[in-house]
């Protein structure tokens, strides 16, 4: 039986997560999901469409569509320790939100993916792995063997975690970067686009470059959408 699916954000994420529906369909035979819109809080966009489908409403409308399903696609560089305050304005459960694996993905059987994540196309998560809730993995991104990713997280494209790493809640690790075996990072991080980490990072920390170094303090407020 199909299941109606709604999205978060009328963003970029958001684009691709109706791909990775359309494949997840598509390999099945059948219509796993029915993608029935967005929900936003840009007035701008609420009543209108997004790759046309319809923007239903705002976050906080999310409990009027009693028998969708949901996934979070809101998540950048400008919000990424945001995206917990996302989940809690919709006033959703756990329960409401489901994981999307593209089907090119390659998940051990010994690893966890947790509730409202997406793993995009060529995806590969190895033995033992574990990945908490509401996280976005973006295309081509490998995680080694008994590595724990923490909930909200994002990992943009082509990002490689070697084994036994820990990445605390709420970070952001940028496009094709790499980070060390066995290191630590901390909550609400951003590993800058193509850096080497090779120490462990405290949190709300901003590292970048090879070998990457600190380059300030995250200060941001959450965005007013």
Known sequence: MSKSLIILGA???????????????SASGDTIFECLGFLDDNLNFVNGTFY??????????????????????IGSINNYWYRDEIIKKTGLSDDSFVSLIHPTASVAPSAVVER??????NVTLSAGTRIGRHVLVLAGSVINHGSFIGDHCCLATGVAISGGVTIGCL???????????????????????????ITDTGDD?????????????????????
């Open 171 to 197: 970070s952001f690790i940028g496009a094709n970067a790499s980070i060390h075996p066995d290191i630590s990072i901390g909550d609400r991080t951003v590993i800058g686009m193509g850096a080497a980490l």
């Open 52 to 73: 046309g489908l319809p923007v239903l409403g705002s976050l906080a409308s999310a409990p009027k569509h009693t028998k969708a399903v949901f996934v979070n696609g």
């Open 205 to 225: 920390l901003i590292m970048a470059g090879v070998p990457a170094k600190k380059l300030g303090h995250r200060t941001g407020e959450a965005p007013h959408k």
């Open 11 to 25: 963003s970029g994420n958001s684009v691709d997560i109706l791909d990775t529906v359309a494949d997840i369909n």
């Open 116 to 121: 409202g994540c997406v793993l995009f196309a």
